[in-house]
Every structure is written in C-alpha cells, then in structure tokens.
C-alpha cells in the first residue's frame, strides 16, 4: 500500500523547529532545499519510514495559501519512551490512554504532539 510517509509542518522558524526535533527527537536532516525568494525546505528522516518536511508559513502563504492550517495532530511511536520523555524540555505527564502509554510536548513554537510508547 504506502512505503512512506511524509508530514508537510509549516512553521514560523524552519532552522528552529529543525534544531528542536534533531536535538530531542535525533531526527536527521535528509534534505534541504533552496526555495524561491531565499526561503528553504528542511525535511527530516524521524523514522525508518516517517519524514517531517518544514517550511516556512511565509512562503506557504504565498505560494500555496489553500494548505496553510492547523498544525497536524500526529502521534508517533517510540520504543525509546522513556528516554524521550526524561529529554524533550515541557514533556507532559505519561498518562494511559485506553491501554497505551503516551505524552505529550510542546516545540518552541507552541505545537503539541504526543509520544507513545511502542
């Protein structure tokens, strides 16, 4: 079916948000790309399958106004939880949700994501 994923985040600071999820997350860069008017894409490899792409929301506003939105609510799975969840600055408390251990966080720009436990 699918062999890949890739998430599309529009962000304030692409190299912030970059920085955020390599340091705490060790998510590595696979791609930059150079975009129009001095703007760049960061994508980063958060998994073996799983990419997040960042890009600045100036540039999504004016070269693709109709995608700009909410920030995506996405849970990702980890076997590393533990170590995540003692890493990641403004971790939330482990809960348990219909049997599955999760947290959420905040990056620095105020969006919240969650980590379960795999």
Known sequence: MFNKMRVMLYV?????????WQKYVKAEIAETNALPDDFKNIVLQVGTQMQLSLFDKTFIEKYSPEVLGNTPSLMLFSDDFEALHDAIPGALDIMENNGQQTFAFPDPEGNYFVIAKA
């Open 12 to 20: 304030d600071d692409v190299q912030v948000i970059s920085d955020f």
